[in-house]
């Protein structure tokens, strides 16, 4: 396979800045050069020097834009795209009045396969080249995720919802049947291509005790597995909790019991946790993953990303459609921020960039393939265009730094900035494609 190369300013993650402060967690080149071969990352810096070692490579120039890795959204539902924005109630209610009967649906595989196909054009055109995502109780809705995922050659991860209880018939399993179910999906389909399975239990509400002890021991039967849950978003889903498992301190503690903690194990939202619990998802290795445009949406409440970094967790960035509102992590930038805002903190473009990136894909163990430029990872990237609106067009004549550039992006972008995305060095979304050329 030939070098192929990608000129234009390009920035990339390369630490916390929690850890090292902000001027030192990134690399930043004003005239960059991407070189790519077989689907990886071969070198990155700066173009000029870079050249002058280069003959015959194929170079494709993007001005006036801004190079990134991939965006990783580590908390979404795909059965729920055709559901987003629906109206006026919080998490139990909203669960009972649009999600559940949506989610019926997928019992019908070609349904689930015509919104697979719309939600992966819609995770590509907002720049997002890595999911973690919810399938239904249905195993064939994993299947036709999975499949249209593979054919994308894309690095995903799914799983079948599991849930036998405090559900509508038409969406409940059995502790037997779930652990069945799942177990011929990981077979099928875990490590296949870059795919990978979660056990994905809903939430400790919809499991039985013997559900959840089954859904613990398959999370550590076959190496690489996830586990993927929501824990502490609402306060009258947690009283509900409290009182279906009365013996257990709290509601990490539920999972914990289950042995359904630990690394690769990921929880949604977590907006209502004690300094205890942060203190025991930081010290097993767990991840929360951070969903601004879901907890403003369902009146959630506002994620504290101090006290979880405090206690050690790995905080990834949620959009967590369709209880969010938006599959671009730009927007879920700019909504963080506002939380952050609201807790008297403070979400600079560099840590925004490392949410979305390097600090997912840390939260997903997957920061050895994805998550920024360093040789050897995957080429999975995004072309993000400095004059996508005349507003931010206009704003950036007003620009002096890249600080000043990312966080317009963030706090105006969304899908119309994002004007290529690439997975594994191919290109996979381009929205000028069929547009009329303007002069
Ligand atoms: N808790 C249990 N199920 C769900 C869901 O589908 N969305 C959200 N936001 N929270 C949940
Ligand atoms: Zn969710």
Not at 8 to 17: G, V
Not at 95 to 106: H, M, Q, R
Not at 162 to 179: F, H, I, K, V
Not at 318 to 334: I, K, N, W
Request: hydrophobic share 40%; charged share 20%; proline share 4%.
């Amino acid at each position: 396979m030939p070098v192929k190369a990608y000129r234009s300013a390009l920035i990339h993650s390369i630490a916390n800045p929690r850890d090292v402060g902000s001027d030192a967690s990134y690399r930043y080149f004003e005239d960059g050069l991407l070189l790519v071969e077989d689907g990886h990352v071969v070198r990155v810096g700066d173009a000029q020097a870079l050249l002058q070692d280069l003959n015959g490579v194929d170079i494709t120039e993007f001005p006036n834009a801004l190079i990134t890795p991939g965006f990783i959204d580590t908390h979404i539902h795909y059965p729920q795209t055709g559901m987003i924005a629906s109206y006026g109630a919080q998490l139990l209610d909203w669960l009972n009045t649009y999600t559940f009967p949506a989610e019926g649906a997928f019992h019908d595989r070609d349904h689930a396969a015509k919104t697979a196909k719309v939600f992966l054009d819609e995770l590509l055109r907002n720049g997002t080249t890595t999911a973690l995502v919810f399938g239904t109780v249905h195993p064939q809705s994993v299947d036709a995720f999975f499949e249209a995922a593979l054919e994308r050659r894309l690095r995903m991860i799914a799983g079948k919802v599991l849930m036998d209880r405090n559900a509508p018939d038409y969406l409940t399993d059995t502790a037997e049947s779930g652990d069945a179910e799942s177990r011929a999906l990981i077979e099928r389909w875990h490590g296949k291509g870059r795919l990978a399975y979660a056990v994905t239990p809903r939430f400790a509400p919809t499991s039985s005790p013997e559900q959840l002890a089954l859904a613990g021991t398959l999370f550590h039967d076959y190496p690489g597995l996830y586990m993927h849950t929501h824990l502490s978003e609402n306060v009258q889903e947690i009283d509900w909790v409290k009182a279906l498992f009365p013996e257990r301190s709290g509601y990490l503690d539920v999972y914990d019991h289950h042995n359904l903690i630990g690394p690769r194990a990921v929880f949604a939202h977590g907006v209502h946790l004690c300094d205890a619990e942060c203190a025991r998802l930081g010290e097993t290795g767990s991840a929360v993953a951070f969903c601004p445009t879901s907890n403003l949406f369902l009146g959630s409440g506002l994620f504290d990303l101090e006290q979880a970094e405090t206690h050690g967790i790995r905080v990834g960035l949620g959009t967590d459609v369709g209880g969010g509102t938006s599959f671009s992590q730009l927007r879920s930038l700019s909504e963080a921020y506002k939380v952050m805002q609201l807790k008297g903190q403070n979400l600079d473009p560099f840590k925004a960039l490392y949410l979305a990136t390097l600090g997912s894909a840390r939260a997903l163990y997957l920061d050895d393939r994805i998550g920024n430029f360093e040789a050897g990872k995957e080429a999975d990237f995004i072309v993000l265009d400095y004059q996508a609106t005349p507003l931010l067009g206009f704003r950036l004549q007003h620009a002096r730094s890249i600080a000043e550039r990312l966080f317009a992006l963030i706090t105006l972008g969304d899908d119309r900035v994002i004007k290529a995305t690439y997975a594994l060095g191919e290109k996979v979304h381009d929205r000028d494609d069929g547009r009329p050329v303007s002069a």
